[in-house]
């Protein structure tokens, strides 16, 4: 089975990731995920591709505490998190959060919550290619 | 010496990835900072976290070890 916490170039399957989920506990009664996605229109510009740069290690790392912090925080059951570095088109995926609970609140305040660290503690960059050219991404609150 | 990592829009605006600033004794995380913002003012603008040994580091007074690995970083945009 994959590790429950991985960065990649290539795409993930969502369903791959749920299943992996499920099978960890038959306790769990509601999964909450997210999907981040390239948007193929940013700040007013069309958007052919976005590029990722990574501190891999120390993201890797981090992505992991992330999942633990989680699980304790909200007494999870599991948790996946897939981050997607190098380049991907207008439309396809970037990032995946899978969390299950015995109850849906939980699962679902952790997967808001998951995401919402993710962009404050995991070195990761975004690269916008536009027709103007290559724009590094400010963040969004 | 220390390693020195820059990735993304540091990175860029450094023209490298990496940098070697020779250990001193006594040299803590804010001294290097201090060196490479002064020859590297435009990248350093942008940084706002700073990382030693693959750790987030808040206290700038860090003292370095020998081989040690920091990275000067800008705000994340990942997911």
Redesign the interface.
Known sequence: MKDAVRIQMEDFSQDEEIRALQASSKRMGGIATFL?CARDFSEGREVSEIS????G???L?ELKNLRSDAIEKYGLLDARIV?RIGTVKGGEN??FIAAGAEHRVAALEACRWI?DE??????????ESTPQGEA????HP | MIKVLFFGPVAERIGGNALQVEHRPGVRLQDVRDELAAQYPQAFEIVCFAAANGEHVRDMSLPLADNSEVAFMARFSGG
């Open positions: 981040g990722f740069d990574a501190y290690s120390m993201a790392s981050h970037i990032v995401i993710l962009k404050q503690r995991v070195p990761i960059w975004k690269k590094w991404v400010t963040p």
